[in-house]
């Protein structure tokens, strides 16, 4: 079966500084990984994917992501916070077998002035 | 424009009461999906449609139903059987073509219990 995990309910940093919200993942077979982002009462949109290939994916809005398949992890991160992007992050994985797709508990993140 | 769009945003339901959610895709995409989140769950599968005319339950189907009779259309009933309908939903899509697939989400409806 397909999961994901993110084990930070909540992650604060300070405008300016490096960000990371983390996501480990199980899988059989190849890992398609994904990270979204929802803002307050909406739809989420999304921001990067892995499928194959390197291991640092770029994305939107100055986000990149690491895959790392000894650790099973796919950390979402940012050299520099902005305030606005404070916003909830889900991480997830598709089930390729039966084009589904399966998300994490969700991350909030707070980027403060 | 395209998109999905979600109707309504916000949608109360009376004790014993079906109700319906709309969900209506223009990227003339072949897979649709139906999630609910709760605060501090994540979003969790309910329904799931790859091709018109069919359908699969996802991991919480007890007390949903959904139909696909339009390739752009995907609408959710929550029957009286689901005792708990308080929460946020939300209606997705996506192609399948290897290496182009993600998720396209609409903006979700409210669906509280009065």
């Known amino acids: 079966a397909q999961s994901v995990a993110q084990p930070e309910d909540q992650v604060n940093v300070a405008e300016g500084n490096p960000l990371t919200v983390k996501c480990t993942y199980s899988?059989?077979?190849?890992?398609?990984l994904f990270w979204y982002v929802q803002y307050p009462n909406r739809g989420l949109q999304f921001l990067l994917k892995?499928?194959?290939?390197?291991?640092l994916v770029k994305g939107s809005y100055g986000f990149e992501a690491e895959f790392n398949k000894s650790q099973t992890s796919f950390h979402l991160k940012k050299p520099s916070a902005l305030v606005s992007d404070s916003a909830l992050y889900f991480c997830?994985?598709?089930?390729?077998?039966?084009?589904?797709?399966?998300f994490g508990s969700g991350t909030k993140l707070n980027v403060k002035p | 424009d395209g998109g999905i769009t979600q109707s309504p945003k916000y949608l109360f339901r009376k004790e014993g009461q079906n109700v319906t959610l709309s969900c209506e895709q223009n990227l003339n995409h072949d897979a649709m999906y139906w999630y609910r989140q709760d605060p501090g769950q994540g979003l969790r599968l309910i329904y799931y449609s790859q091709i018109v005319n069919d359908f699969q339950k996802g991991d919480i189907a007890e007390g949903y139903s959904v139909s696909r009779e339009k390739k752009e259309s995907f609408p959710l009933t929550v029957t009286s059987a689901q005792k708990n309908p308080t929460a946020f939903y939300l209606c997705a899509s996506s192609i399948r073509d290897l290496g182009n697939e993600k998720l396209f989400f609409g903006s979700g409806t409210q669906l509280s219990v009065l």
């Open positions: 899988v059989s077979g190849n890992p398609y």
């Open positions: 892995y499928i194959t290939g390197d291991n």
């Open positions: 997830a994985v598709r089930d390729a077998a039966f084009n589904k797709f399966y």
